[in-house]
């Protein structure tokens, strides 16, 4: 994982106006996902993901945020901040190194703060090729296997080591799961 200053990529810093901010602690999480690899695309931004590092935070953004509220499920409380979705995520808490290494795609592991961007060594090499790289855990087999669908609708496909990576993934998990829930862990996963 690469860390550096906010101020080497000065593009991004119209970003921080979504951050949720509480005077006496600053900044309450930050911006993970794939609003980045639009970004870097050339695509508009549709919607944005904030992670938090403790589910304290969490409440609190939720609890500044109340009048903005439009949906809410188990995984994040939606909002709505000059039209742009906002995702407050409660499924994972954590620092952005640590939230990252939970997603399943290169091309989505990027994150932002206050201070700060992280990203993946591949991040810009896998956006340009329009790779789809598994580097670490799957941690849901068949949401990823989902997501690799939608991708493809956008040009990117897996590479074959991933491609082997995943079927494995869902081949263990075939051998847990029954037939009954391998369709809620479809649609269940994150995003």
């Known amino acids: 994982m690469i860390k550096e200053p906010i ?8 970003l921080q106006k ?5 005077g006496d602690d600053g900044v309450m999480g930050f911006i993970a ?10 695509n508009k931004i549709k919607d944005i993901d904030i992670f938090f590092p403790n589910r304290d935070y969490y409440e609190y953004a939720v609890s500044a945020n109340e009048e903005e ?6 995984n994040c409380l939606t909002i709505t901040n000059d039209g742009v979705k906002i995702d407050l995520i409660c499924s994972i808490f954590g620092t ?19 201070q700060n961007v992280y990203y993946h060594n591949r991040f ?21 296997f989902t997501r690799s669908m939608r ?4 040009g990117f496909n897996l590479c074959k080591e991933s491609t082997i990576k995943l079927l494995d993934a869902i081949r263990r ?7 009954d829930n391998v369709a809620q862990t479809l649609y269940g996963g994150w995003d």
Not at 99 to 114: E, G, P, Q, R, Y
Not at 126 to 133: A, E, P
Not at 173 to 179: D, F, L, N, Q, R
């Open 69 to 74: 509220i439009i949906n809410e499920n188990d």
């Open 124 to 144: 810009f090499k896998d956006i340009t090729l329009k790779k789809l790289v598994i580097d670490d855990k799957i941690p849901k087999p068949y949401s990823t």
């Open 7 to 14: 101020q080497n990529m000065p593009q991004l810093k119209f």
């Open 173 to 179: 998990e075939e051998t847990e799961a029954s037939v």
């Open 33 to 42: 996902g794939g609003c980045f690899k639009s970004y870097f695309m050339g």
């Open 151 to 154: 991708y493809s609708r956008y």
């Open 96 to 114: 952005p190194e640590e939230v990252l290494s939970n997603f399943d795609f290169t091309v989505s592991k990027f994150a932002m703060d206050d």
């Open 18 to 22: 979504y951050l949720i901010r509480n």
